[in-house]
């Protein structure tokens, strides 16, 4: 596998999976408080960021990646766009310094519908950014936030940042989009990772023996939820959901050595995972300034 830093590009890093080629691009940081967390102290929460040397209270990096694969260019995820102040909706910027044109893309491929992940779609008069794209979005995602019943059940604060905002996102994409089951670009798989949300997908990369899983939003946190996955988050639709799943991905990426990479992971986002005797698992971030 090659690496290639990308440190004279800030907010940019290429990485080669066989001949498929995955830019990771930051979309910027959300600070977020210890009340975001569940099921764990502030005090242990705190903790735990400090003995792996983190920010306390956390800095959550917000990531999206680029594959070029087959002669075509697929995005996974827009980042949040200037819908959720001004650290985040960088990407755009970043994309342009890496030399990726917007008019190159021609698939974007959503982990889930949530605004730091799909804000990018549309602009400020929810015209589409995208206009030639095709969308790639489960189908069980769309159906959740489009329920009426599911949003009289939310909070004033979720019914705006989840379902009105999801709603007006995809809209000017509804009529060019597919579900995201099997293969959705070439050497591109997705892999559903339900309980984030009821559609939330990673999508596996595979090309000449390599292989990366691109998890979406498996977690928030990282060196709490990797130490402690019985932490979930205030967003999670299905918070026991949710910590299954990290638990069965978690076991599949350290037991298949298998090179993950996340959207809240620390940028560039490329990691390992080990086994630890507490039940917990060791966060091994990729290093990314070194070349072989």
Same mark, same amino acid.
């Given at each position: 596998?090659?690496? #290639?830093?990308?440190?004279?590009?800030?907010? %940019?890093?290429?990485?080669?999976?066989?001949?498929?080629?995955?830019?990771?691009?930051?979309?910027?940081?959300?600070? +977020?408080?210890?009340?975001? !967390?569940?099921?764990?102290?502030?005090?242990?929460?705190?903790?735990?960021? &400090?003995?792996?040397?983190?920010?306390?209270?956390?800095?959550?990096?917000?990531?999206?990646?680029?594959? =070029?694969?087959?002669?075509?260019?697929?995005?996974?995820? #827009?980042?949040?766009?200037?819908?959720?102040?001004?650290?985040?909706?960088?990407?755009?910027?970043?994309?342009?310094?890496?030399?990726? +044109?917007?008019?190159?893309?021609?698939?974007?491929?959503?982990? $889930?519908?949530?605004?730091?992940?799909?804000?990018?779609?549309?602009?400020?008069n929810g015209v589409a950014?995208?206009? =030639?794209?095709?969308?790639?979005?489960?189908?069980?995602?769309?159906?959740?936030?489009?329920?009426?019943?599911?949003?009289? &059940?939310?909070t004033e604060r979720q &019914?705006?940042?989840?379902? /009105?905002? +999801?709603?007006?996102?995809?809209?000017?994409?509804?009529?060019?989009?597919?579900?995201?089951?099997?293969?959705?670009?070439?050497?591109?798989?997705?892999?559903?990772?339900?309980?984030?949300?009821?559609? =939330?997908?990673?999508?596996?990369?595979?090309?000449?023996?390599? /292989?990366?899983l691109i998890w979406g939003?498996?977690?928030?946190?990282?060196?709490?939820?990797?130490?402690?996955?019985?932490?979930? !988050?205030?967003?999670?639709?299905?918070?026991?959901? +949710? %910590?299954? #799943?990290?638990?069965?991905?978690?076991?599949?990426?350290?037991?298949?050595?298998?090179?993950?990479?996340?959207? $809240?992971?620390?940028?560039?986002?490329?990691?390992?995972?080990?086994?630890?005797?507490?039940?917990?698992?060791?966060?091994?971030?990729?290093?990314?300034?070194? &070349?072989?």
């Open positions: 596998m090659t690496r #290639t830093p990308s440190a004279q590009i800030p907010g %940019v890093y290429r990485r080669r999976i066989g001949d498929i080629v995955v830019t990771a691009i930051s979309d910027g940081y959300l600070d +977020a408080p210890y009340e975001f !967390m569940r099921n764990i102290a502030p005090q242990e929460a705190e903790r735990l960021l &400090k003995d792996a040397y983190r920010p306390a209270p956390p800095c959550v990096s917000v990531n999206s990646f680029v594959i =070029h694969s087959g002669g075509r260019v697929a995005l996974v995820d #827009t980042g949040a766009a200037d819908s959720m102040g001004p650290t985040l909706g960088h990407m755009p910027k970043h994309l342009a310094a890496a030399g990726i +044109a917007t008019v190159s893309i021609d698939t974007i491929l959503l982990t $889930h519908m949530h605004p730091d992940h799909s804000n990018g779609l549309t602009d400020p950014k995208f206009p =030639h794209v095709e969308l790639v979005v489960s189908e069980r995602d769309v159906d959740h936030w489009f329920d009426d019943a599911e949003m009289a &059940k939310a &019914k705006l940042r989840f379902f /009105q905002w +999801a709603r007006e996102q995809i809209k000017p994409y509804m009529n060019r989009r597919r579900d995201a089951r099997g293969e959705v670009f070439p050497g591109v798989t997705a892999m559903p990772l339900y309980g984030h949300t009821p559609g =939330h997908t990673g999508y596996l990369v595979a090309s000449k023996g390599e /292989q990366l939003d498996i977690v928030h946190i990282p060196d709490i939820q990797t130490r402690r996955p019985d932490v979930f !988050m205030e967003p999670d639709t299905d918070g026991e959901a +949710a %910590v299954a #799943t990290r638990r069965r991905t978690f076991d599949m990426v350290a037991t298949d050595r298998l090179l993950a990479a996340g959207m $809240h992971m620390h940028f560039p986002g490329f990691l390992n995972l080990n086994r630890r005797v507490d039940g917990g698992y060791e966060l091994i971030p990729e290093i990314w300034n070194q &070349k072989f």
